[in-house]
């Protein structure tokens, strides 16, 4: 069972330059989400997405863009990246709302490097 | 703004040792709790749920929720060096499914 998995696992990027983050979960969850993490901070919600075709705007947005054209994947996209989006990434999902379906099943994650 | 709050620490504890973490959170509407455990370079892994006043055991863990005071704690009796790692508290009870997440507070457990 694979469950959540990304790719890739580290990227460095280059000021300006374009990339897109794969997520795919195996699970048939209905609810996933992109955060990220920096250094001694907690998870920033970017983006979320309730179902196939539908997306929505977290705490952290700018400079982001998703799409979620099935109920398996959710890409990241980073357009014109900036020293800011270094971070590790997070693609995660879940049941969705309701005690018991909130638990979150995480990637392994992303380590982005802008330089 | 919703909120979570925790020390960062980090808290440090001798083998055998029960480690206390302690969480704040602002909505009062929240229903749902968990606490997560992160090593280093790792993605988080759930290891406690708690929706209802009280304690729950699992094992070495207890997690304890006070709706009253907006408080939830994590007990980890018996620590052992393995559980060295930054903990996370998360709150949740939005439409969303969403989870918001504490800065978390690390541990470490000297043998």
């Known amino acids: 069972n694979a469950g959540v998995t990304q790719t890739p696992k580290f990227r460095i990027l280059k000021i300006g330059q374009s990339m897109t983050l794969q997520c795919t979960q195996d699970?048939?969850?209905?609810?996933m989400y992109w955060y990220r993490q920096d250094p001694g901070m907690g998870l920033k919600l970017i983006y979320y997405s309730v179902g196939a075709g539908i997306t929505d705007k977290g705490e952290v947005p700018n400079g982001y863009n998703v799409s979620r054209s099935t109920t398996e994947d959710f890409p990241l996209r980073l357009e014109l990246a900036a020293p800011s989006q270094t971070s590790v990434y997070f693609c995660?999902?879940?049941?969705?709302?309701?005690?018991?379906?909130?638990?979150?099943?995480f990637g392994s994650g992303t380590q982005l490097s802008v330089l | 703004q919703k909120e979570v709050e925790q020390n960062s620490g980090p808290l440090s504890v001798p083998e055998g040792a029960i480690a206390s973490l302690n969480c704040t959170y602002s909505d009062r509407g929240s229903q749902s709790f968990f606490w997560y455990r992160q090593y280093s370079g790792k993605s988080p892994e759930l290891i406690m749920s708690i929706y209802s006043n009280g304690d729950k055991e699992d094992g070495r863990f207890t997690a304890q929720l006070n709706k009253a005071s907006q408080y939830v704690s994590l007990l980890i009796r018996d620590s052992q060096p393995s559980d060295s790692a930054t903990y996370l508290c998360?709150?949740?009870?939005?439409?969303?499914?969403?989870?918001?997440f504490g800065k978390g507070t690390k541990l470490s457990v000297k043998p």
């Open positions: 995660a999902s879940t049941l969705g709302p309701g005690q018991g379906a909130e638990k979150l099943f």
């Open positions: 998360a709150v949740g009870g939005g439409s969303q499914g969403n989870l918001i």
């Open positions: 699970m048939n969850h209905n609810y």
